[in-house]
């Protein structure tokens, strides 16, 4: 519980334990006389504070709502199933309306273990899944109702499997909330589910205990003592909800399996619900028993359908966003052109294609002249629009869709050339110095105080990209080295070869 409860929280809590063993064995003796239906009257009264306290903290942030919700709900079959109990108590077996509801509280509970945040949570799922949990329970009535005798009691001789088909559900459960509370991945949802499953624990310990150990021991004692622990256990919940209803700390484990167990159990366990409520259903039931059957199938199937749908839309919308963040990734954010990463990769594979189909491509390194001084004198901003206009210039000089260009870093560009060899080059070399010159973009200390750009020209061979580029950039500096605003090519280098 909260780390700041303190003594007198943890005393208090203690005490209120106390309460239904003293009331129970108290109350008679105070009384003098014997009172066999108080325990199950402790138990109603319990199990109905602790369906009202859960569905209260329900309406509030301190838990996961939907969770604590089918907690709420869960209970109060239960207090239906005790009070049908209590109201037939004259019986010495009890109607087989009473198992259902029993057996019924903990399919709320199975839908909240199920039902994980990765799952739509829309107003048509949430009737399928209120169908699924109907047909569940007419399931289990129909699977038991051949157990009855004309009265409508269950047969003495089917009781001890019938107890035994409770502690299986209660294993069940526990098993399916250990699995989510070691699968949670905020504090919340880790402390909803800690404490369900505290309490789911503390319940399978209780409710085998009653239901097994007086027939084990044979002592009525035994059983008196073991009919006072499931009203002490919704007691304990009482406080669980109370104490944790405050964060603590958390802090997310690496349980990858967990969380992937989690995800995966769901349809499983509805799938093995279905078939477990299914197996009493014999012919006698006719028409009815099949119906229900088919139909609890049929929304299973509806309901996997919608979880893969959402899926399917949720991956199409995950791949739009990381296509559009790989695009933004690959676009440089001044100039809104393509960046240093997009040229290399489409460098790499413009080359591929050159070697495959045995045709040229050429690249223009691009740098705006005598830019340092530019900036040095009319401020980065300036510097900044003058950037994204020559950009703007550039790319409006090509003319095929599969030209390239992108800002290589600083002042330069860079312009990729597919099938295009050294001549075609130097035209469109020639055609982006004009386009730049004719824009007269101010600039006192430039070429006829004007931005300008000078161009280096490489072309394809037997070289790598690494190569490719190194010509280009050396041509480059060869065109600043003839006085700027104009290109230049790079010159072939001879093979020497080795003696």
């Known amino acids: 519980m909260e780390s700041g409860l303190g003594t007198r929280g943890y005393v208090g ?21 014997q009172m ?52 037939n108590s004259d019986a010495e077996q009890n109607l087989i309306s009473t198992y259902v509801y029993f057996v019924s509280y ?8 199920v039902a994980t945040r990765d799952e739509p949570t829309t107003r048509s799922r949430r009737l399928v899944d209120g169908a699924l949990l109907v047909l569940l329970v007419i399931l289990c ?25 409770f502690d299986a559900e209660n294993a069940l459960l526990l098993m399916a909330f250990l699995v989510r509370s070691l699968a949670a991945t905020d504090e919340r949802e880790y402390r909803t589910f800690r404490t369900v499953t505290i309490f789911l624990g503390a319940y399978a310990l209780a409710s085998a205990l009653h239901n097994h150990i007086e027939q084990l021991t044979g002592s009525a004692i035994v059983g008196a003592m073991a009919d006072a622990l ?42 093995a619900a279905i078939f477990a409520l299914s197996v009493g259903v014999r012919g006698s039931q006719g028409v009815l028993g099949q119906l229900v059957l088919a139909l609890a199938m049929l929304t299973y199937v509806i309901r996997v359908v919608q979880t893969q749908f959402w899926f399917a839309a949720t991956r199409d919308r995950l791949a739009e966003a990381l296509a559009a963040v790989e695009r933004v990734s690959l676009l440089d954010e001044l100039t809104g052109i393509p960046n240093r ?67 290589y870093g600083g002042e330069e560009f860079v312009v990729l050339l597919p099938n295009t060899a050294e001549d075609g080059a130097q035209v469109v070399a020639r055609r982006m110095n004009r386009s730049v010159y004719d824009a007269a973009l101010a600039f006192d200390l430039g070429i006829d105080r004007r931005v300008t750009v000078s161009i280096g020209i490489a072309t394809s061979g037997e070289i790598d990209a690494e190569g490719l580029v190194r010509r280009a950039d050396d041509a480059l500096y060869r065109a600043k080295a003839n006085g700027r605003n104009g290109y230049a090519a790079a010159v072939e280098r001879p093979v020497v070869s080795s003696p």
């Open 341 to 407: 990463r997009a040229f290399e990769n489409t460098l790499r594979e413009r080359l591929r294609e050159s070697m495959r189909d045995h045709k040229p491509v050429s690249a223009l390194m691009i740098d705006v002249d005598r830019f340092k001084i530019f900036n040095d004198s009319r401020g980065h901003l300036d510097g900044d629009a003058a950037l994204k206009a020559v950009a703007r210039l550039l790319a409006g000089t090509l003319r095929r869709p599969a030209d390239f260009i992108a800002r």
């Open 141 to 165: 009535y129909l699977g038991v109702r051949d157990l009855q005798d004309d009265h409508g009691f269950l047969r003495s001789q089917y009781e001890p499997w019938v107890a035994l088909a």
């Open 106 to 113: 903990g399919l709320p509970l199975l839908y909240a273990a």
């Open 36 to 87: 066999p239906e108080l325990a199950y009257y402790l138990m109603l009264l319990a199990a109905l504070m602790a369906s009202a306290t859960a569905l209260v903290y329900s309406r509030t942030s301190a838990f996961d709502q939907r969770t604590v919700l089918c907690l709420a709900l869960g209970l109060l079959l239960w207090v239906i199933g005790m009070g049908n109990a209590i109201a």
């Open 13 to 33: 809590y203690g005490a209120l334990l106390l309460v239904p063993p003293i009331v129970q064995f108290g109350l008679p003796w105070v009384l003098g006389r």
């Open 230 to 271: 499931p009203t002490m256990v919704f007691i304990f919940l009482i406080c669980l909800l109370h104490g944790y209803r405050k964060p603590g700390a958390f802090e997310l484990a690496d349980r990858i399996w967990a969380r992937r167990l989690a995800a995966s159990f769901a349809p499983g366990i509805l799938l």
